[in-house]
């Protein structure tokens, strides 16, 4: 039967992804920031970090113009697993989406699904406070990081590249693949991450496929397979490449 596949971006570990201004979040042209409500929105899914100490949690937080926070934060829970952490919020009338590591205060959190719970409490005057909680989705996730230099083998035959990899200990790895191009050459290799929650550094040959790759600036990119409960995950990276005589 085949699995389903899944494609996950790489999270880092405090990233504003967009902003919405306070119009596009359902205020007319005569409503003032001043008279908005504070927002914060559980998103869904979660991840869960290779080493299982922490949960990367989705959300969107919204706090009007001149107001003051006093309370800001999230939380996640499982059985055996629980955490809290602070949230940075900005209070200038602009909606953001954000993603917060959660850390555990013990134990290992788990993929599965979670209780994510998070509140915002302003004052401007009065005291203003808002929640969300849902229970969302917790998926594994993939860090992968392809190295910054390439070298040369076999007079540019193939080049050699390290790729680190971590994935969840109870998924598995499956075949992931990198490529390497620098026009016109190009090649693609391929390697099995290891997933037992640590990040593991490999080398993988790449060959050229047309003909030999020259030394200079390319471009490299990995995407990194795991699997779970027959659905598959990755992560993927891509950035510019320095090609070494080796």
């Excluded at 990119?221 to 090609?243: A, K």
């Amino acid at each position: 039967m085949a699995s389903t596949v899944i494609h996950r971006r790489r999270f880092r570990r405090v990233l504003y992804v967009g902003v919405l201004t306070a119009a596009s979040i359902g205020a007319t042209p005569a409503a003032s920031a001043g008279e908005l409500d504070p927002m914060v929105e559980v998103r869904s899914p979660a991840g869960l970090a290779p080493d299982a100490q922490s949960v990367l949690v989705e959300l969107t937080v919204f706090c009007p113009e001149n107001r003051t926070v006093e309370q800001a934060g999230v939380s996640v829970a499982q059985p055996q697993a629980s955490g809290q952490v602070a949230l940075p919020v900005l209070c200038d009338g602009v909606a953001r989406y954000f993603t917060v590591a959660v850390p555990s205060d013990g134990g290992q959190f788990v993929t599965g699904s979670a209780q994510v719970s998070a509140v915002l409490a302003v004052r401007q005057g009065r005291a203003k406070e808002v929640r969300d909680s849902a229970q969302v989705p917790v998926e594994p996730l993939v860090t992968v990081t392809v190295a910054a230099e390439a070298r040369l083998d076999g007079g540019g035959e193939a080049v050699l590249i390290d790729v680190t990899a971590a994935c969840p200990a109870g998924s598995a790895g499956q075949l992931s693949d990198v490529w390497v191009f620098k026009y016109p050459a190009h090649g693609m290799g391929t390697f099995t991450p290891t997933c037992d929650g640590s990040p593991h550094t490999v080398t993988v040959t790449v060959p050229a496929a047309n003909e030999p790759f020259p030394v200079g600036s390319g471009f490299a990119s990995s995407t990194v397979r795991i699997q779970e409960d027959g659905v598959t995950f990755s992560g993927q990276d891509f950035h510019n490449v320095e090609i070494t005589p080796g």
